[in-house]
């Protein structure tokens, strides 16, 4: 034991647990065993190999040295917040106070730091991607949740009302992270009635105390329903430009440009253009990360300066998008082919699978080969790396294995 590691520091496990999971299922397969890996958080073709969108790497390829070596500026580079907004919200005018991230991990991190005190709570849907809890837990703010809906069922108004309320009383403040659209953990999104009715109870409750309502988009790009997102998107749009609540979004360039390990993202509030809030950002990122990495703010500024590349990317990610939903297609029907009912995925990289004791079915499957991440209210299930072939072997032994014994 490092005596020299503070107390409150000690007793970490020594992996994160999905990478843990992803070992296992690694040195399960190097021991000649056949493997189902569905824990991958990276989108994967079918011979098993990472996706790296052809279009990116062309652009990555272009840039000079002096579009890579020199500092970006410390809240990144103004053009590039810009375009990475408009990317999602093209009639915005500008980035509003904004400040580039490492990916969206950053952003969420920053949110913490300048929306809550310590001790102080920030609210999540239940279930969420699970290292939420670690950056929260980084930052010395607890989690509290309330329940994403299930599968063709509404939001549930009353909790969430009741969540939000309780924050407001206690804390006096509300910090909601929302995964919205293409859900990590379900892989499903609010239904606009769904929408309408949450926003109504932000408005609400910030009639009360200040709201920030953060959209999470690491999965945008990545759907079954390019024009229900783009409605969602709107929604959300009107809600921030009514000024009522905060809105803003943590973006970022690891999935939707295959640039996981670029490190490069941000933080956004489109409709604010307060200084003391930019400052905030500011001091944040210096006192962090100093500055983001150049490269990819350069890449995107070239992807927002070239129409062609824009068509090509999203022929790319639209392509994506299908694989993945043959992926879905093909789970759900083998596990409705087993009696259960199929996960209707709408985006993202997962789906999750309601299953009673969690932990003790992921140890089943694992013993059969089969690798999930298993959570509260399931089992995650990566579609990004489980192919649309191995669904029947996924769903039969799943249902095999996991009954409650
Ligand atoms: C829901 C969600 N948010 C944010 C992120 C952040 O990813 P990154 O920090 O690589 O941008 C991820 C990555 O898996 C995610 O699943």
Not at 201 to 227: H, I, M, N, Q, S
Not at 280 to 296: D, E, M
Request: glycine share 10%; aromatic share 6%; with cysteine.
């Amino acid at each position: 034991m490092t005596e020299q590691l503070i107390p409150s520091r000690r007793g970490f496990p020594s992996d994160d647990p999905i990478f843990a999971l992803n070992a296992e299922a690694q040195a399960f397969k190097a021991a000649g065993g056949s493997v189902l890996n569905a824990t991958v958080g990276a989108l994967l073709d079918d011979a098993g190999q990472l996706v790296v969108l052809e279009t990116v790497m062309d652009l990555w390829r272009e840039l000079t040295p002096l579009e890579v070596a020199p500092y970006a500026p410390i809240a990144g580079d103004p053009a590039y917040l810009k375009a990475l907004v408009q990317r999602h919200w093209p009639a915005a005018a500008g980035a509003g106070a904004a400040c580039a991230t490492p990916g969206g991990s950053g952003a969420l991190g920053l949110s913490l730091r300048n929306f809550l005190e310590r001790g102080q709570s920030v609210l999540t849907t239940a279930p969420y991607w699970g290292p939420y809890a670690t950056l929260a837990a980084e930052n010395g703010v607890a989690v509290a949740t309330a329940p994403w809906p299930g599968a063709g069922e509404p939001l549930d108004a009353t909790t969430w009302d009741a969540a939000l309320r309780a924050l407001m009383r206690t804390q006096g403040r509300v910090l909601l992270w929302l995964n919205d659209p293409c859900h990590n953990p379900t892989g499903r999104s609010l239904a606009a009635a769904d929408r309408a009715v949450l926003s109504g109870l932000l408005r609400d409750v910030a009639a009360l105390g200040p709201v920030t309502l953060l959209l999470d988009f690491a999965y945008l790009d990545y759907t079954r329903e390019p024009a229900a997102v783009a409605e969602a998107l709107a929604d959300y749009a009107a809600l921030g430009a009514q000024g009522t609540v905060l809105v803003g979004a943590c973006m970022s360039l690891s999935k939707s440009m295959t640039l996981y390990g670029a490190r490069a993202g941000a933080i956004a509030f489109p409709w604010s253009d307060d200084p003391t809030l930019q400052a905030a950002l500011t001091q944040s990122c210096r006192g962090t990360w100093s500055n983001c990495a150049k490269a990819p703010q350069s890449l995107l500024l070239r992807l927002a300066r070239e129409g062609k590349a824009q068509v090509r990317l999203s022929a790319e990610h639209r392509h994506w998008s299908e694989v993945l939903a043959s992926r879905a297609l093909a789970l759900d029907a083998a596990l409705e082919a087993n009696g259960r009912d199929g996960l209707r995925w709408q985006g993202g990289f997962f789906v999750t699978v309601a299953t009673p004791e969690p932990e003790a079915v992921c140890g089943r499957l694992k013993a059969e080969g089969v690798f999930t991440v298993p959570l509260q209210e399931g089992l995650r299930v990566g579609l990004c790396g489980l192919r649309a072939a191995d669904a029947p072997r996924f769903a039969e032994t799943l249902c095999r294995v996991g009954s409650t014994r």
